[in-house]
């Protein structure tokens, strides 16, 4: 079956630095990719998306290229800012399938001023 | 603010009862989905309406069951609880059922069961 897996955290980064968070799937066809972020007390934002091989998702400085030979979407983010902690979620849909979300374990994003 | 609202928005209840989670899509959207976050599941998919139909289950216990009613609006039942029911349990709401219509979550029922 579908599947979704991405690093464990916490990661901790100070303000300004350089933010990596991996993902990789596995999942039958063309599958659609979605990095989801939840802050504290708060339901899942859809951060950014990606419906085909090659295409770049980005938002709030934050981007994602869905690579399909490499079977991955990590997250990247040049600067992060204390606002951006929160539990970063990678996720899949198919499209063809009923359209929903296998979601990977999650991680934790601190950063600190 | 997504526009899905769930309700309540805690509940604490003992081992063996039943509960009802409710939750409103976003005007518009005919497609509802139910999620459960829990520690040690992680985020899981459940259940899927669409326009009162049901559409795809995931790993939803024979224990749980949904509906969406001709308003759209849909409820998850939770019967005979146990321990490890306790979690906050997520809907979502999309425009359609297919395609890569953009799913947006409602802010969650925490379930304790005690």
């Known amino acids: 079956g579908d599947s979704v897996t991405q690093m464990e955290g916490p990661v901790t980064l100070s303000e300004e630095a350089f933010l990596t968070i991996n993902c990789t799937y596995t999942a039958t066809g063309y599958p659609s990719l979605f990095w989801y972020v939840q802050y504290p007390g708060e339901g899942l934002q859809l951060l950014l998306k990606?419906?085909?091989?090659?295409d770049k998702g980005s938002n709030k400085g934050f981007e994602a290229t869905y690579r399909k030979e490499t079977t991955s979407f990590h997250l990247e983010k040049g600067s992060v800012q204390v606002s951006d902690s929160a539990v970063y979620f990678c996720?899949?849909?198919?499209?063809?399938?009923?359209?929903?979300?296998?979601f990977g374990g999650g991680t934790r994003l601190m950063v600190k001023p | 603010d997504s526009g899905v609202t769930q309700t309540p928005k805690h509940l604490i209840t003992a081992t063996g009862q039943r509960v009802t989670l409710r939750c409103s899509p976003r005007s518009g959207d005919l497609s509802v989905y139910w999620y459960q976050q829990s520690l040690d599941q992680g985020l899981q998919f459940l259940i899927q309406?669409?326009?009162?139909?049901?559409?795809a289950k995931g790993n939803i216990l024979e224990r749980f069951s949904a509906q969406q009613f001709p308003d759209l609006h849909s409820e998850l039942n939770l019967s005979s609880l146990e321990l490890g029911d306790s979690a906050l349990y997520f809907c979502?709401?999309?425009?359609?059922?297919?395609?890569?219509?953009?799913?947006?979550f409602g802010p969650g029922t925490r379930l304790t069961v005690t």
């Open positions: 979502a709401s999309s425009l359609g059922q297919g395609g890569s219509y953009e799913q947006y």
């Open positions: 996720a899949l849909s198919r499209p063809n399938a009923g359209n929903m979300l296998t």
């Open positions: 990606a419906t085909k091989a090659d």
């Open positions: 309406y669409y326009n009162g139909e049901e559409r």
